[in-house]
């Protein structure tokens, strides 16, 4: 059972460039969500998913894209990166709703140059 | 005001001292509350949830105040491996959806 699992755990992006951000969890967990963590700041919440093919905009959602077609898989995509994404994101599951426990994936620490 | 306050830190605390953090939310319509804990470097991981009547596990102790919307937790004989930064989180209804707010953190250095 590896919980949530995160790739690539670093990358260095040019301005203007694009990525995706895998994650996946073996938990069978509905609820699904990205966060980026700035420092000295509290996690802030990018996108989050209740079921496969259903996504919704967090507080910070310019700049980047989901999708959900599984319930295993939650990747972020960011289109024509910028300094401001420079940042730790992390993904996270639930079993159930916003208040139960988040499982959180390792991280992947982006620099955009 | 920002919807979860901490206060950042560090605390730098011997071994075995009892150290205590606080934590102020915004939103009185919260439900649910938390305490999770940071390694550096690492990702967040759920210490424990804060009950209404406070919760104990171990040498960990939680307590929640809804009259002064104030949580805390309290670390009684710090080990060395109690070091980390540990999050304050609280859920509200915001921007049309249930959502958990992480406070910034308050880091904690036990030293020998």
């Known amino acids: 059972n590896a919980g949530v699992t995160q790739t690539p755990k670093f990358r260095i992006l040019k301005i203007g460039q694009s990525m995706t951000l895998q994650c996946t969890q073996d938990?069978?967990?509905?609820?699904m969500y990205w966060y980026r963590q700035d420092p000295g700041m509290g996690l802030k919440l990018i996108y989050y998913s209740v079921g496969a093919g259903i996504t919704d905009k967090g507080e910070v959602p310019n700049g980047y894209n989901v999708s959900r077609s599984t319930t295993e898989d939650f990747p972020l995509r960011l289109e024509l990166a910028a300094p401001s994404q420079t940042s730790v994101y992390f993904c996270?599951?639930?079993?159930?709703?916003?208040?139960?426990?988040?499982?959180f994936g390792p991280g992947t620490r982006l620099t955009v140059t | 005001r920002k919807e979860v306050e901490q206060d950042p830190g560090p605390f730098n605390v011997p071994e075995g001292a009892t150290v205590a953090f606080n934590c102020t939310y915004s939103n009185s319509a919260s439900q649910s509350f938390f305490w999770y804990r940071q390694d550096c470097r690492k990702e967040p991981k759920l210490l424990m949830s804060v009950y209404s009547s406070g919760n104990e596990d171990g040498r960990f102790t939680a307590q929640l105040n809804r009259a002064s919307q104030y949580i805390s937790l309290l670390i009684r004989d710090s080990k060395l491996s109690d070091s980390a930064t540990y999050l304050c989180v609280v859920n509200a209804f915001s921007g049309g959806y249930n959502k958990l707010i992480f406070g910034a953190g308050t880091r904690l250095a036990v030293h020998p």
């Open positions: 996270a599951s639930s079993l159930a709703a916003f208040s139960y426990e988040q499982y």
């Open positions: 938990m069978n967990h509905n609820y």
